[in-house]
C-alpha cells in the first residue's frame, strides 16, 4: 500500500500534487473560459452598462463582456467593473482602448471581513 501515510509524507505537501486538468477533447463546451476584471471609472453619470456592453463587443467583436456599474454620488462620475475574456488581458490595458480621459486598473476583489463578537458577560455580585 502506497498511500501517503506509509511513504511517511506530509499531507500538506502533496495536496498540491492531487490536481490534474482534463484534456478529453470529446467536451470541451464544458470548461468555463479563463476571465480578467477591470476596473474603469470617471465615466459621466449618464453611461450605463448596455452603453458599456456595447463599445466592448464593437471593440471586440465575438467576445463576451459583463459590467457591473459602480455609482459615484461624491464626485458625480460612474465607474464599472468589467468581466472578460483572458486573452484579451494586455489589450484591455493599453490606453489606446479606452476614450481619452478614462482611467482602467486591474480589479481587487476585496475579502469579507467577518468579525467575532466577544461573549457578552455580565457580572452580578451579591452580598
Known sequence: MNDIH???????????DGKI???NSDNVDLA???KVW??????KTSYTTEKMENYLQSKFPGHEFSCTLYENKINGSNS???T???ELRDTLFKPHTWPSGIE??????????????SPKFSAIFFS
Open 6 to 16: 506509509t511513504l511517511g509524507q506530509n499531507v500538506s505537501q502533496t495536496r498540491s
Open 80 to 82: 464599472f467593473r468589467i
Open 104 to 117: 482602467v486598473s486591474e480589479y481587487f476583489f476585496r475579502r469579507k471581513r467577518t468579525f467575532q463578537k
Open 38 to 43: 477591470v476596473y474603469a471609472t470617471k465615466y
Open 21 to 23: 486538468v482534463g484534456n
Open 32 to 34: 468555463s473560459k479563463d
Open 84 to 86: 472578460a475574456d483572458a
